[in-house]
């Protein structure tokens, strides 16, 4: 597998980006959680650089500056959930716009677009952005707003971000977001491949501990990162200073937990793969995936994210998740404990059943987020539970 070559320095911005000791009269070293709601000023309109903490906040710029240095990218916000700053970047938009949408995205985005987007008169089209034909005959001179997820949740799809952007800039004024939450800054940097906006649930790896709900962008032009700085107070989506100093701590890891999510879930795709009871896994690291030459071009890696259709349907899925020890059944992702789920009754039960067949979200598709675990514990229980799941 020769996925591209991780530049140096990713790490030492992940431990430095933001934090330097001199900004705080205390020098301390470990950035304080700043829980004062207000400041203090000098003279009315006279602050020193924050005023009520809803507007900004000393934690939050600091988590602030740490993830935009890790995508490369000159700005990066913070929201109260991955859906806040999908949010944040949906009121960009007027009546009358129109959206581009990846067919196959998060559940909740899924339905922020169709029930709630579609109120203000914000209209949408989803399509499978793999195919790029298909892709181009969705643009429309309303079009203001590519979103795609790559890989996508829960089908793991693939991409080529660069090709989308292209396509998207020479057709006229439209942003493309690209969800980056199921890879991080670390395996993949939508920016350096002609994205807008990058946007994330950092409720998942980039916090990794499963103890935190956030949303971030990172993005490089300016007129973006004014309004969305705009909207993130007028919206007043933001996140508390706490969980920004969790995050923040976090990130310092982001590099050594991912690999090790890696090299743990390829091992147990590559197990499930070869499993009788298994029938078909969707990893893009393994040869068998349809777009597994555009992942080795575009990431530098993939993390422990992914799906596998198991034999048989609802009752087969039902008992294999059942009898799972270690890999506990819950929604969500990315944190250091593994995690399992039927996306067609859990993550994806908002997305219309029509959508979910033509898709091929079935209640045999099963998505894992493959933990820290050792990998031999959790290939040895997803071993006994295909044991169950054939024998129901
Ligand atoms: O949960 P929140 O922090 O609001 O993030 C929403 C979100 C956005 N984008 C992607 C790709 C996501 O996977 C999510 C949340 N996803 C789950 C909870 C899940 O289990 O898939």
Redesign the pocket.
Known sequence: MNFKAQPKGFSTKAIHAGQDPDQWKSACVIPPISLSTTFKQDAPGEHRGFEYSRSGNPTRNVLETCLASLDNAKYGLTFS????A?TAVLTMLNSGDHIIMGDD?????NRLIRQVASRLGISATFVDATNLENFKTALRSETKLVWI?SPT??LIKVTDIKTIAEICHKFGDVTVAV?N??LTSYFQRPLELGADLV?Y????YMNGHTDV???GITMNCEKLYSKLKFLQNAVGIVPSPFDCYQVNRSLKTLSLRMLQHQSNAILVAKFLESHDFVEKVLHPALPSHPHHEIALKQTYGYSGVFSFYIKGGLKQATEFLKALKIFTLA???GGYESLA?LPSI??HASVPIEDRKSLGITDALI?LSVGLEDSEDLINDLKQGLRKAAEA
């Open positions: 959930s991955g859906l806040g999908t995205v998060y559940g909740g985005t997820e949740n829960p969800d939450t199921f946007c649930s950092l409720t998942k709900v956030m949303g929604e969500s992702l789920e859990m993550t998505r």
